[in-house]
């Protein structure tokens, strides 16, 4: 068997097991690994898709792996919302920027 990442239609990276002659287009009927589906967490898709994935490049793919590398899941997740971070910054950015050229009243 050999381990092969494949890409669902909404971006997620997942990591399947497929006999070792098996084409790398099989992989989404191969054994899934994971990391598994995270649509029970309620998310926005967007945040789901990135932490999903960010899980994936850390290599958390079981319920061992995430018991055995807690910190891995937390650097997953803060790295999935420091996108959603900067866009708050962004706003405080931009609402102070038109605080300060927005005309004075006399």
């Known amino acids: 068997m050999k381990p092969v990442?494949?890409?669902?239609r909404d971006g997620r990276t997942f990591r399947a097991l497929l006999p070792d002659n098996a084409p790398a287009?099989?992989?989404?009927?191969?054994?899934p690994v994971g990391p598994?589906?995270?649509?029970?967490?309620?998310?926005?898709?967007?945040v789901e898709v990135r932490l999903h994935n960010e899980l994936h490049?850390?290599?958390?793919?079981?319920?061992?792996?995430?018991?055995?590398?807690r910190p891995d899941v937390q650097?997953?997740?803060?790295?999935?919302?420091?996108v959603?971070?900067?866009r708050i910054v962004d706003l405080y950015i931009g609402s102070q920027n038109s605080l300060e050229s927005a005309p004075e009243d006399s």
Do not use: C, E, N
């Not at 287009?25 to 054994?31: D, L, V």
């Not at 598994?36 to 967007?46: G, M, V």
């Open 36 to 46: 598994p589906h995270l649509d029970a967490l309620r998310l926005p898709l967007a």
């Open 75 to 82: 650097a997953a997740l803060m790295a999935a919302l420091a």
């Open 84 to 86: 959603d971070a900067q």
């Open 25 to 31: 287009s099989h992989a989404p009927r191969g054994i």
């Open 5 to 8: 990442d494949y890409r669902d």
């Open 57 to 69: 490049h850390r290599g958390v793919f079981t319920a061992r792996d995430a018991l055995k590398r």
